[in-house]
């Protein structure tokens, strides 16, 4: 019974983002939702893209697979592995190097009724594509006064990986967390990757799907629910990973993971942090994260990408509109450097937060830090 509602909460679709009925599921739903987390096996964010791609080609002949080396070679990071030999050439493509050509003829495909999942090496190769994806894709439905709908996901890794330089290290969550018309969906564990890409496939419309290189070969418990072939996550809402009083702090892909360590060391400390996984950076889920800071009357937000015009900076106008008064200290913010990447290691680290940043944010949120001269 939890599968049929779960399929019906998804192919609502853009029914979600009405504040009124989110809420509304959000109080009927959240003890559902809370029963994931109870967990009898474990599996990879890996296998759980994979299973993911697998089950929703299987249920709908009109999705299909393409990019550079989802086929014979597997998937460059082994994502499509045993696609090409189950479902055959026609709807598991390679493609050349050529992202702009295969991202339009996603887009098309899906202007005709199909399901392309697109697949970009890096996001950062997205750029390539960038006119596709936001003036074909995004601006189609508006555009035609809802007449055109266009069903189609465009998934792969995103933000910092390990020595792969700046101009494979971007995070792009606030570049297309910024534009209407797409969804962009940034699944942190094994149940969010199994339950936001089938999501996102189902989704009538194009979805950017932002998954991070270093949480694929990561395993995550996961339940019975989860496993179950129509299981899916609503779009646009957040998940309380760990409940606490002291400091709301929110995060995103692989940062849910230093925040929760974070949270870990600061409850040594006498501080609890409740950590937000957002999810869905469009749309993002003001509700959660308002009623959580109207509990705790502190706020931490964390990403990887540049601090300018970030998904910080979202999160905190939001909070400064709808919370204000709830505060009890200044909104602190942890984000990569404003730099693009370093390759040398030591320097990438030094760009890229660390749990101990977010530990030293928290305690200044909470007056804790050691003052200065206390220090010297």
């Known amino acids: 019974m939890l599968g049929i509602i779960n399929r019906k909460i998804c192919a609502g679709g853009s029914s979600l983002l009405t504040s ?27 296998d759980a893209l994979n299973s993911a791609l697998d089950e929703e080609m299987s249920a709908d002949p009109k999705v299909f697979l393409m990019g550079e080396e989802v086929g014979e070679y597997q ?9 090409l030999d189950k479902y055959g050439p026609e709807r598991v493509l390679d493609t050349p190097i050529t992202e702009a050509g295969f991202t339009g003829i996603g887009v ?6 199909l399901r392309p999942v697109i697949e970009f090496m890096t996001f950062n190769f997205s750029m390539q594509a960038i006119d596709h ?32 330089g700046a101009q494979h290290s971007q995070c792009y969550a606030a570049w297309f967390g910024s534009c209407p018309g797409l969804k962009v969906l940034t699944p942190y564990s094994s149940e969010d990757a199994r339950g936001l890409l089938k999501a996102a496939i189902r989704d009538p419309d194009p979805v950017v799907f932002l998954e991070n290189e270093l949480l694929y070969g990561e395993s995550f418990p996961i339940s019975a629910e989860a496993l179950d072939s129509s299981f899916c996550l609503p779009i646009g809402k957040a998940k309380i990973e760990r409940e606490g009083k002291d400091v709301t702090i929110t995060a995103f892909s692989k940062m849910v993971g230093y925040a929760l360590k974070a949270a870990e060391i600061l409850a040594k400390e006498g501080i609890s942090a409740e950590v937000i996984n957002l999810r869905s950076i469009r749309p993002l889920d003001r509700s959660t994260i308002n009623t959580s800071v109207r509990k705790t009357n502190r706020l931490v937000t964390v990403e990887e990408g540049f601090p300018q015009h970030g998904v910080g900076a979202e999160i905190c106008t939001s909070v400064v509109e709808d919370s204000f008064g709830y505060l009890d200290a200044p909104v602190e913010r942890v984000a990569g450097a404003d730099v693009p990447m370093p390759y040398a290691a030591n320097l990438e680290r030094m760009a890229v937060p660390q749990v101990e940043d977010i530990v030293r944010a928290a305690k200044r949120a909470c007056y804790r830090s050691v003052p200065l001269a206390a220090a010297a």
Request: without cysteine.
């Open 75 to 83: 998937g460059a990071y082994k994502i499509s592995k045993g696609l």
């Open 108 to 113: 098309g495909a899906a202007y005709h009724g």
């Open 20 to 46: 009124g009925q989110s809420l509304q599921w959000t109080r009927s739903s959240a003890s559902a939702l809370r029963s994931y987390s109870s967990a009898a096996k474990e599996m990879t964010v890996r």
């Open 133 to 164: 994806i936001i003036n074909s894709a995004a601006k189609s439905n508006y555009m035609s006064a809802g007449q055109i709908s266009v069903p189609i996901v465009f998934r792969g890794p995103n933000g910092a990986a390990a020595g792969v």
